[in-house]
Structure formats: C-alpha cells, structure tokens
T-cell receptor, first 110, second 112 residues
Framework: DAKTTQPPSMDCAEGRAANLPCNHS???????VYWYRQIHSQGPQYIIH???NNETNEMASLIITEDRKSSTLILPHATLRDTAVYYC???????????FGKGTRLHILP | SQTIHQWPATLVQPVGSPLSLECTVE??????LYWYRQAAGRGLQLLFY??????ISSEVPQNLSASRPQDRQFILSSKKLLLSDSGFYLC???????????FGQGTRLTVV
C-alpha cells in the first residue's frame, strides 16, 4: 500500500507557483520523501527527494514540515509543459521496492 | 551514462496468447529492477522487483511472471493473456533502494 496521500487533482495558472501537498503521517525516521512526475504516455521522471531539510534543484523545491508528516513540492513558475501526474513516494533504507500512490493530476491553465 | 531500453513500444495481442516484454539496462551493474503496470485512469502498480539475478519478488498475484536471466535484463511474461492485462507497462531501475529510479519509455499492451 502507498504510504502517502495526495489530492487527486489541482489547477494552477501558467507563470504562477504550483504547490503540491503530500501527507505521509506514518513516515519513520529513515524514510525519504521522493517526488516523480509522469507526463501522459511517458515513463515517470524523477524530480527531487529529501529526508529532513528543504531541498531545491533546477526543477523544483521540496518543503518538508518539521515533524516530517507532510511535504510540499513547489514548481516556482509553472508552464504548460508541467501538466502531469505528480507522485509523492516514501522510501526507506529497508525497502527494495518503490510503491506509487495515485498521485495528483496537475493542470496548468493558460 | 546509464540507459534503459524497453521494447516493444506498442503491442496488440489476442486473448490467450503468450507475452514477453524485455527490458535491459546499460551502464551500471547489479541494479534493482522493477516492472510496473498502469491501467487506464489508474496509478502505477508495482508488479515485480528484483535485487539480483534470479531473485524476483511478486507484489500482485496474477497470470504474469518475471525473470532476470542476466544482471541487466528483466523479462515480463505471460503464458495466456487476459483482457484485463491491457495497460501501460513500465520497466525501471535504481542503483539501490535509496536512490531515484529511472524508467523506460513503456510498452502499451492491448489485449483483444
């Protein structure tokens, strides 16, 4: 079973920041939070991951709450090409498998 | 650099026919390998994963099977396809459990 909960869909205006929430209330201390996205009919693409601290790369920022029970993926300036399903995943040192939830379908509105 | 190859890209098969989808990884050794399926309108479902040659873990009971005859080769098979086997099948690899996974381009299987 997926260990995360995400809203099924979200809208965001083009050029604005897209903030995608994820709840992982049962996360344990050795588990990382990963984000992937899947553009229609393509394989998922890795975006970012983190353990405790906030992370930023060229694609996005990841904000993890202090209690680590939730996180937010931020796409700072959304474009139409960011329309995709975004998956939040929790992975631990003990897991060999990666289990996806249903994700959030993000619609970028022109 | 590492690459993952998955073929064929599309496949139409009759009910009851066999299936063999192949996935190979280049540029790395002893990867973790995964097979996922995405049915229409649903999220990604993990079918099988493998941490080494001959080591296969099944996540969902079904009429599919997987094999890893070589370190960087992962094969998804079925002896007799069902209509419900239609979907988008994705192969993925990761260096280990703590790194990101990289996905192939997928195979769209339609069972008719």
């Amino acid at each position: 079973d997926a260990k995360t909960t995400q809203p099924p869909s979200m809208d965001c205006a083009e050029g604005r920041a897209a903030n995608l929430p994820c709840n992982h209330s049962t996360i344990s201390g050795n588990e990382y939070v990963y984000w992937y996205r899947q553009i229609h009919s393509q394989g998922p693409q890795y975006i970012i991951h983190g353990l405790k601290n906030n992370e930023t790369n060229e694609m996005a920022s990841l904000i993890i709450t202090e209690d680590r029970k939730s996180s937010t993926l931020i796409l700072p300036h959304a474009t139409l090409r960011d329309t995709a399903v975004y998956y939040c995943i929790v992975i631990s040192y003990r897991d060999d498998k990666i289990i996806f939830g249903k994700g959030t379908r993000l619609h970028i509105l022109p | 650099s590492q690459t993952i190859h998955q073929w064929p890209a599309t496949l139409v098969q009759p009910v009851g026919s066999p299936l063999s989808l192949e996935c190979t990884v280049e540029g790395t050794s002893n990867p973790n390998l995964y097979w996922y399926r995405q049915a229409a309108g649903r999220g990604l479902q993990l079918l099988f994963y493998s941490v080494g040659i001959g080591q296969i873990s099944s996540e969902v009971p079904q009429n599919l099977s997987a094999s890893r005859p070589q370190d960087r080769q992962f094969i998804l098979s079925s002896k007799k396809l069902l209509l419900s086997d239609s979907g988008f099948y994705l192969c993925a690899w990761s260096v280990d459990r703590n790194t990101e996974a990289f996905f192939g381009q997928g195979t769209r299987l339609t069972v008719v």
